[in-house]
């Protein structure tokens, strides 16, 4: 496949702009296969965002954008973009349900009338037209919202320092951090490090790191738990690591999926205990619930997936 993008929204323009991977956070050549996301606007290296080659080719020889009719979101936004779109079907279905009933209806009051003309324009009314301008502002906020907090882990049961003055325990913080992340030597440098919310003297808040990259973040979190598994077995040695951990930064949104994700899985665990699979291996993986057991030599008791 050519690495030589046309000059389309999905491809490099001669014009200067930002970009740098929103993965990776690597400049993305004029000549790498990359694609820049309908949504948020930031270019991905295909390598990146796992983009068949197949279909980067058909987005060369079709091009991408509104006038081609063919869109892509990066893995962030395919969700809300997903969302979004199912909130217009909805909203178009209700559209088609509102207008058959609305012409069985005789002596209509001129509102009613007026607003099925606009209807069989193709228009939307104007209280459905704020509910779509609505649910794109919140599916946009959201997605800037989980990139800002992409590259973030927050870090629990670190002793607050007891010093009055701000500076110094900010001061403080930074040492700590730095010497808790000691654990591995290929920890990159967080960027800033900040606790979260209003000082108490009565309790510990959390702390958020930021990093250059989702790289960055990912591996020291990779990190933490190989380290601190390591020192949860070891004998006789002091186990500072146990009463601290680590997760990425989401949003509230995120969180409920998490949550409710989390919840699915336990479902199905319990699932599985209740009619005697002891072979299920029920695992999160991609934002779904799926089965790593192997049932080639002995099916799964029925009903089991």
Sequence with gaps: MSTERNNTSSS????????????C???????DPALKCDMCEIWHHTNCEAVPDSFYKAIQETGQGASQGLHWYCRKCNKFATRFMAGLNSLSLRQDALEEKVKGIENQAEATNNSVAEMAKGKLPSGMLGTVKEVAKEAQEETRNRIWRGRNLLIFGLDEPEHKDRDMRATEDNRRVK?????????????EIRRIGNYDAEKCRPLRVAYATENDRDDTLRNFRKAKKTEETAKDTPKPLQKISMRRDMTPTERKEEADLFA?????QEESKKMGDDRALWIRRGGRIVNLANYADHPPPRGEQ
Excluded: H, I, W, Y
């Excluded at 490099?12 to 993965?23: D, F, Q, V, Y």
């Excluded at 956070?25 to 000549?31: L, T």
């Excluded at 010497?179 to 960027?191: T, Y």
């Excluded at 699915?264 to 199905?268: E, H, I, P, Q």
């Design 264 to 268: 699915a899985l336990k479902k199905k």
């Design 12 to 23: 490099r323009s001669s014009k200067k702009e930002n970009t740098a991977c929103g993965k």
């Design 25 to 31: 956070d690597k400049e993305v050549g004029r000549k």
């Design 179 to 191: 010497d808790l992340l000691g654990f591995s030597q290929d920890n990159a440098l967080p960027k």
